[in-house]
């Protein structure tokens, strides 16, 4: 069972996946067919419905010529000691100051 916030997530990605679509002036049977479906799996995709195999929506994507998006969705985020690390390199060194 999916979440509110999941469900509307699914729906967004949908929407601009019927948005992709049309914008390449594609009807949905002509869509299906390159990716592979049924009429109603492409309208249920559009609908965001969770139902969908994700090698659906792989499929999708390169059609799309957007397949990079996904590299996008796990990328490793920088541990806090490489921003340490980061920070301490681009603050450089800083003098001390003489007592007067």
């Not at 729906?11 to 009429?39: H, P, Y």
Request: overall charge positive; charged content about 35%; hydrophobic content about 35%.
């Amino acid at each position: 069972m999916i979440d509110d916030n999941e469900k509307s997530a699914l729906e967004n990605l949908g929407r601009r996946l019927k948005t992709a679509r049309l914008e390449r002036n594609d009807s949905q049977k002509e869509f299906a067919w390159r990716i592979g479906v049924s009429i109603p799996t492409l309208q249920n995709m559009e609908q965001g419905k969770p139902t969908v195999a994700i090698g659906t929506w792989v499929k999708a994507l390169a059609i799309l010529d957007r397949l990079d998006d996904l590299d996008h969705l796990f990328t490793p985020g920088e541990s806090l000691f490489a921003q340490h690390e980061r920070i301490k390199k681009t603050k450089g060194r800083q003098r001390a100051r003489r007592k007067k």
